[in-house]
């Protein structure tokens, strides 16, 4: 949903640039959605674009043929819905004045920022808790006036480990700069990655954990957690059930658009109230209280009519009588 800030962390190599990139595959290609993304690890450019690329077709770069029609047409839809913010520097400032060009030119609705590590505030890293707060209000902010989603990645502290030498889970609170991305964000996200040969892997294969540890509208998302196992090579994560163990694998290109998107519960009315409505409303809200006053006056023995002779509704007079 446009106009809120995801959080997402987790463990290194839980393939979390991955999953933030395949979702804006498929709001693009289910919805039509356009991403500004500001990645600065994935350069070069040319090379994160192939990735968005094998995530669009559902095949390694093996296995494409870049001489065929395929290829060009997923080439197009890529440049058409990913827009790279590339900026002289690092600043906040500079990546999302280039954001909101993006979404002023191309339509872009949603901006990914990953890794959060490589933004500058002021010149200096964003590692200070004030600093991070600023930088936060000022991309939620961002996603506010241009209606958009805004993602940000950020990195955890160095993990800890038990007495028996294994990793302690990691949450929103382990992000490194202090729990402010936690208190900011609309919703937060944990992964973790489980390898096959941990000695609590049962199934046999690697497996992705995604925690959601908060959320501020149950109607938009429900703390949980969910799984999926991630294709190597392809880059897409395919919903994975540990109950049962079956994988939903999605094989499909995502070359055509599947549905139109209907929001189930827009963020704003589709009319505006007009001013005579608005004024139509305050005043029932005002004789609403009135007669209440009234009537709780009348309870205790009080004379409703003076009550109402000293109200200073009923003293001040109309407009067209000059009242204010």
């Known amino acids: 949903q446009k106009g809120r800030l995801y959080i997402l962390t987790g463990t290194p190599g839980s393939g979390k640039s991955q999953f933030l990139d395949h979702v804006a595959v498929l709001m693009n290609a289910r919805y039509g959605w356009k991403f500004s993304v500001y990645s600065p690890e994935m350069m070069p450019l040319g090379e994160h674009l192939t990735m968005f690329l094998t995530k669009y077709l559902g095949r390694s770069v093996s ?14 839809k890529v440049k058409e819905a990913i827009h790279f913010i590339d900026p002289d520097s690092n600043e906040i400032d500079d990546v999302l004045a280039i954001a909101k060009y993006q979404c002023r030119k191309y339509g872009c609705e949603a901006i990914i920022i990953d890794p959060w590590n490589s933004l500058l505030h002021h010149g200096e890293s964003l590692f200070k808790v004030d600093n991070i707060n600023e930088a936060l209000l000022k991309i939620l902010n961002f996603a506010h006036r241009q209606d958009i989603a805004a993602f ?11 007495k028996d030498g294994k990793p302690m889970k990691i949450h929103l609170y382990n992000i490194s700069g202090g729990a402010m991305f936690r208190n900011r964000g609309d919703f937060g996200m944990v992964m973790t990655r489980h390898y096959k040969d941990d000695d609590d892997n049962t199934f046999g294969f690697d497996y992705v954990e995604m925690a959601i540890e908060k959320t501020k509208w149950e109607y938009i998302a429900q703390l949980g957690t969910i799984y999926f196992r991630y294709e190597p090579g392809v880059g897409r994560f395919h919903p994975f059930d540990p109950a049962s163990g079956e994988t939903q694998w999605m094989q499909q290109s995502y070359l055509t658009p599947q549905q139109p998107y209907t929001p189930t519960l827009p963020l704003t009315p589709t009319t505006q109230p007009s001013e005579a409505n608005v004024q139509g409303f305050l005043d ?20 409703p009519q003076k009550a109402r002779s000293d109200h200073p509704r009923e003293n001040q007079g109309s407009r067209a009588d000059g009242g204010q």
């Open 63 to 76: 296995e494409i043929d870049p001489d065929s029609a395929e290829y060009a047409d997923g080439r197009q």
């Open 152 to 162: 940000v990645m950020p990195h955890p502290t160095n993990q800890q480990t038990t």
């Open 284 to 303: 029932q809200a005002r004789r609403q209280a009135r007669a209440q006053s009234i009537r709780v006056l009348g309870e205790q023995g009080q004379d």
